[in-house]
């Protein structure tokens, strides 16, 4: 059996005979170590010549320019040159923090192999190769950032064009056990067809239902648990589901993700979705940048002043262009957009936006929509809270109008259709924060360099 190829990275901060003692210790594993790339410190290196060094390890040792930074290029360098299988890290404090070590982690895993230490293992995400169409993948940085509002737009943005026929493949963690298909571009899913299904014990308002309600295509609905660091999944079906597209009437494939968590199918090109809500150090730090690094286009979402500063804004926008200066970035607002006409209507709007931004909602559907918003709940996601919000409201409104996800079939449609009320859902439609950008051309775009990419 071929020994697996290991790449060291090393410092001077050890003597040279424990680390020789460090690397013996890997070999006597059955490892073969191709090199020895010193990362920084100087406390005990004496003598930095390569030939000397080299002899004492008897291995290749390579060192970066500059002993008091990180050489992450000649890290990804070094992957490729010597073709390792793994980079285990012998190197330890001063020459490393958390920080740095993060930042290692993302150039290893972007070359598709293992990150190791003492006390830690980072795998590179497994991707199967199974799609038979051109596809995109939309992922994220975080839950409740609007990936399948996103991915519905864009299914319905490429459905105008005649020679698509797009199919939504969704992973979510209230998915089915066995892949299920929707025919969103055939059936009309009402609430009391949804109410009929949730019956049945399915997730009617799992991500692969909602895609098909919004965008009126084709999906298939799969499940997955757990989300690693890194985006991979302990489990899913989404490889059966993926595979289900190659025999129906689909010509575009669009994988989509569940919270942080990376779909594991190989896609022609990738969408990723950057929340403005979230923290900025989760998306410069950890594993932030490594899921920045994948994108071919970022859609910014939730951009509104009130939800992100346009300082924080403007900083997200820097540090992304520093992260992935290949990719265009689009800062998007995310607005309301009722599926069935709500004019002249008393409302009570159920969302998963937050309260900061509620007065913005209700003018937009009292200007755009000709009703009367009543109350909005931001308790969607909070079944006990959701349920107080509807006990407190419904007998003041005509129509629940909710969007179609978290507690929206078993809860909020439930009671309303008990009640007697008219229940509409509601789609959530980005919106460009100016008109300097424009996202539909930026979708199209990536779609046209996927089937480009697929075709060749």
Known sequence: MEKKKILCLVDGEHYFPV????????????????????????????DNNVDVISDLFNKPVLFGEDHREIPYDLIGQS??????????????????????????????????????????????????????????????????????????????????????????????????????????DEIKLTPQYLMEQSDKGRHAASDHWEDALMSRVLTVGCRRCAGGMAG????????????????????????EGSGSAIPPIKTDKNIVLV????????????FGPFRIKLADLIIITMCDEQICSKEKLDNLIEEIK?????????????????????????ILFATTAPESVQHLLKEYLEENFKCN???????LSNRPLLQE????????????????????????????????????????????????????????????????SFNS
């Open 19 to 46: 680390t020789k003692s460090a690397i013996d210790k890997i070999e006597s594993k059955g490892y073969d170590v191709k090199l020895l790339l010193f990362i920084g410190g100087t406390e005990k290196l004496r």
């Open 79 to 184: 992957i490729i040159e010597t073709g390792v299988d793994c980079v285990f890290d012998l190197s330890d404090e001063p020459v490393v923090n958390y920080s740095k070590r993060f930042k290692i982690a993302t150039v290893v895993l972007q070359h598709g192999v293992t990150y190791k230490g003492p006390d830690f293992e980072f795998k590179p995400l497994k991707e199967y190769d199974v799609l038979e169409n051109p596809s995109y993948k939309i992922l994220g940085t975080g839950k409740r950032i609007g990936k399948t509002a996103v991915s519905a737009y864009t299914a319905r943005l490429i459905n105008k064009e005649d020679k698509y026929d797009p199919c939504i493949v969704a992973m979510g963690r209230g998915g089915p056990e066995v892949p299920e298909v929707v025919h969103g």
């Open 232 to 255: 991979q999944v302990y489990i899913t079906n989404m490889v059966d589901g993926a595979k289900m597209t190659n025999d129906l009437n689909t010509n575009l494939i669009a994988i």
């Open 275 to 286: 929340g403005a809500n979230q923290p900025i150090e989760t998306l410069t730090e950890y």
């Open 322 to 346: 520093i992260m992935n200066p290949n990719a265009e970035i689009i800062p998007t607002i995310f607005r309301p957009a009722p599926v069935e006409n709500i004019e002249n209507k008393n």
């Open 373 to 379: 918003v009543v109350a909005i709940s931001s308790n």
């Open 389 to 452: 919000d509807i006990d407190k409201n419904i007998d003041k409104v005509d129509i629940m109008l909710t969007e179609l996800k978290a507690a929206a079939v078993d809860v909020a449609t439930k009671d309303a259709l008990t009640k007697g009320l008219e229940v509409v859902y509601c789609d959530n439609i980005p919106i460009p924060i100016n008109s300097e950008y424009d996202l539909d051309s930026a979708i199209m775009k990536i779609v046209h360099e996927a089937v480009d």
